[in-house]
């Protein structure tokens, strides 16, 4: 049972209100976190998915988005394909009929079901103010920073947060909850997070056997409570296919991915605010410490959860809900002796304030960030994706990773990508990696890159004008000097390459820039968007590039020396350095 210190019976009416308020300023956050505008890449194949499904009323048995990997069916794609699938039509039918007010609305269910167990379950445990604002304030800052809410992966944040919460009330009263079933059921159709329930389940019992090892009867209503949980998150059309999600941790096609990195690696590359999850896991183990009492069924569980959400940035989400209340009944138990009396409501006051300050604080910026950007944030190539719409342009396109979910959204099945976030094929996402890196590996007399192009067929090429660093794309400056490569389109987010082949030569004619005309309009393009954004360093690194592959030296030693002068650490002054040596040694010896 939880230690709790029960208030006095009737405190004053004023600070029931500033009680009242603090509470009331979470939820506002809550709010304005539910309608930040729509940004994260990979919503769109979900929302997309969920459109195919209704259309034809019935759940996706083979991919129909993308070209590259075949249309193969593998036990992972088909967990992709369908593990979503109750979200996927949920988001999809709110957007059909209100749009994007539609998917701000699922959003703000979302929200409310992540605060309502956290709000339950502090008034439940009769959490000390003073503790409860160091954690929702300190917490809900990590959470709402670090994810967007049109994620799938979101609904497991409630679910973990509904889960520990019926775990909670077991610890409280020992009674077992039969909605658990229920729970578990729903989940695993609207997200494998699901296998994570499970495996919190499994350990609750196996620290309820540590816990109860002297009441045979709890022992077994506890195993058969949890095993049943378990036994219905495997109702639904993916069933135990959830459990090569794990093995999906640690494949190549995730390296590079910041969110399945570790908060170490996170921190290392400036997302500071991990250190807020630290602290958390370091309060909890410290108050198990100094209270000296362990309840099993809770500590393995944490464990478990602290680790999980250590090891993956991704995970910080699962942490968060679900365990600051059971941070703050453990903080609670072990420091009430060192906190200020109860009655102390002046004390207590004007830490609610301040976190309800706090709070409004943040809400203010994300209701900011909705006026100024509206319900999408705009990211996305709209413009090439209106081309694209009305050229009549034909067969294959290759695309950048980072785009693909939208593209597909707009423009398939007529148009189908290369690559998206869902990565169906590690095969097919490696070899993405060797043709947008350019490879120059020989295969078969030929650069790798240009073979594969080939093997897929690629007809037309749809890229970002810079990389994410900053650097022009070495694909483009590769086919720039092929024949059989014609630029036809280019803006300030995206150009385009096409093949000339027969089904596109009237497009071509129609829209054929000159390739020294193109590469003006880009050099020219990197110069404006440096005057507009002059302490920018990303446009600087194109600018440079691009006058070195222009052969313009002056320009790029300036450009050069103003990355120096505003970034000295920046990797890409290596890369930079180097070829402008290599060009300055070329021009000396003719």
């Given at each position: ?160 947060a509904l889960l520990l919460a019926l775990l909670t ?389 300036e450009q050069i020396e103003q990355i120096r002068l ?25």
């Open positions: 049972m939880h230690t709790t210190l029960s208030p006095l019976p009737h405190p004053p009416r004023w600070y029931r209100l500033v009680i009242l308020m603090f509470w009331v300023s979470f939820a506002a956050l809550l709010c304005s976190y539910a309608f930040l505008p729509l940004f994260d890449p990979d919503f769109w194949w979900h929302l997309k998915a969920g459109q195919t499904m209704i259309e034809q009323k019935g759940l996706l048995q083979q991919d129909p988005f993308a070209f590259a990997h075949g249309g193969d069916t593998t036990a992972r794609t088909t967990f992709i394909l369908k593990g979503y699938w109750l979200w996927q039509i949920t988001a999809a039918g709110l957007y059909n009929l209100l749009g994007f007010n539609g998917v701000s609305l699922f959003n703000l269910m979302v929200a409310a079901l992540l605060g309502l167990p956290v709000y339950y379950r502090f008034q439940r445990q009769k959490i000390d103010p003073l503790i409860a604002v160091l954690l929702i304030c300190g917490g809900f800052l990590l959470l709402t920073h670090s994810f967007q809410l049109e994620r799938p992966q979101t609904i497991s944040f409630v679910f973990i009330r077991f610890e409280q009263n020992e009674r077992l909850d039969w909605k658990l079933p229920l729970l578990m059921m729903l989940w695993a159709n609207f997200h494998g997070g699901f296998l994570v329930g499970d495996i919190v389940l499994v350990l609750f019992a196996g620290g309820a056997v540590i816990q109860y090892r002297r009441q045979i009867a709890t022992v077994k209503h506890v195993l058969l409570w949890t095993m049943t949980g378990v036994a219905a998150s495997l109702l639904s059309p993916t069933g135990w296919l959830a459990f090569i999600s794990f093995k999906h941790y640690n494949s190549s096609l995730l390296q590079n991915v910041i969110e399945y990195q570790s908060t170490l690696q996170g921190f290392e590359a400036g997302g500071y605010s991990v250190t807020i999850l630290w602290v958390l896991i370091a309060l909890y183990f410290a108050g198990v410490l100094l209270s000296r009492r362990v309840y099993w069924p809770e500590f393995l569980v944490a464990i478990f959860l602290s680790w999980f959400s250590f090891m993956h940035m991704r995970n910080i989400g699962l942490f968060v809900p679900a365990m600051l209340p059971v941070i703050g009944s453990v903080m609670q138990r072990a420091f009430s002796n060192w906190l200020p009396p109860r009655h102390s409501y002046v004390l207590r006051s004007l830490a609610l304030l301040t976190g309800a300050g706090f709070l409004v604080w943040i809400t203010t910026g994300f209701v900011e960030r909705r006026i100024d950007q509206g319900a999408v944030r705009q990211v996305y190539p709209e413009q090439v994706i209106s081309f694209l719409e009305n050229s009549e342009l034909q067969g294959h396109m290759f695309n950048d990773y980072e785009y693909g979910g939208y593209l597909l959204w707009r423009l398939a099945p007529r148009i189908k990508v290369f690559i998206d976030g869902r990565g169906l094929g590690e095969d097919v996402f490696a070899d993405y990696r060797k043709i947008k890196s350019a490879s120059q590996t020989r295969i078969d007399g030929r650069p790798e890159f240009d073979s594969l192009l080939s093997k897929y067929q690629v007809d037309f090429v749809v890229q970002q004008v810079y990389q994410g660093d900053g650097s022009i794309q070495p694909l483009m400056t590769e086919l720039l000097q092929r024949d059989e490569w014609v630029p036809i389109y280019q803006d300030n987010l995206v150009y385009v390459l096409c093949r000339q082949t027969d089904k596109n030569a009237a497009t071509i004619e129609r829209y054929r820039i000159e390739k020294n005309e193109f590469k003006l309009r880009m050099s020219l393009l990197f110069n404006y968007l440096i005057r507009q954004s002059p302490g920018e360093v990303g446009y600087k690194i194109a600018h440079a590039g691009m006058s070195l592959y222009l052969g313009n030296l002056e320009q790029a030693r505003l970034s000295p650490d920046e990797p890409a002054l290596v890369r930079l350095k180097r070829d402008y040596n290599m060009l300055l040694g070329r021009l000396n010896r003719n």
